[in-house]
């Protein structure tokens, strides 16, 4: 019904970059939220950042500064442009999306998460 794919994870020194990409699709009537979590082993899954249809964003506290998150809503698309990026950054980021689909009412909101994408930061 809907897919969230993830993109742009990978292996990475201290003090870089990457960039990680999801793109939604199936039956989406429109996408109230988008973002990034991320869970490191043995711990929970954390709110990186997340942005709204139109615009707001949240940072945690740990990435602010650092990374910036984006959003293309014609492509039904959320990006996370990861920089100096540190060995406790290491983590299994998800994409999650806040949707509403065409099969349902307009005023219900259903979440759906990605696969999840591993980034892992050497020291």
């Known amino acids: 019904q809907v897919q969230l794919v993830e993109s742009g994870g990978g292996l990475v020194q201290f003090g870089g970059s990457l960039r990680l990409s999801c793109a939604a699709s199936?039956?989406?009537?429109?996408?109230?939220?988008m973002g990034w979590y991320r869970q490191a082993p043995g711990k929970q899954r954390d709110l990186v950042a997340r942005?709204?249809?139109?615009?707001?964003?949240y940072y945690a506290d740990s990435v602010k500064g650092r990374f910036t998150i984006s959003r293309d809503n014609a492509k039904n698309t959320v990006y996370l442009q990861m920089n100096s990026l540190k060995p406790e950054d290491t983590a299994v980021y998800y994409c999650?999306?806040?949707?509403?689909?065409?099969?349902?009412?307009?005023?219900?909101?259903?979440?759906?998460w990605g696969q999840g994408t591993q980034v892992t930061v050497s020291s």
């Open positions: 942005i709204t249809s139109g615009g707001i964003i």
């Open positions: 999650y999306a806040e949707l509403s689909l065409i099969t349902s009412a307009p005023s219900l909101f259903y979440q759906y």
């Open positions: 199936g039956s989406i009537r429109s996408i109230n939220v």
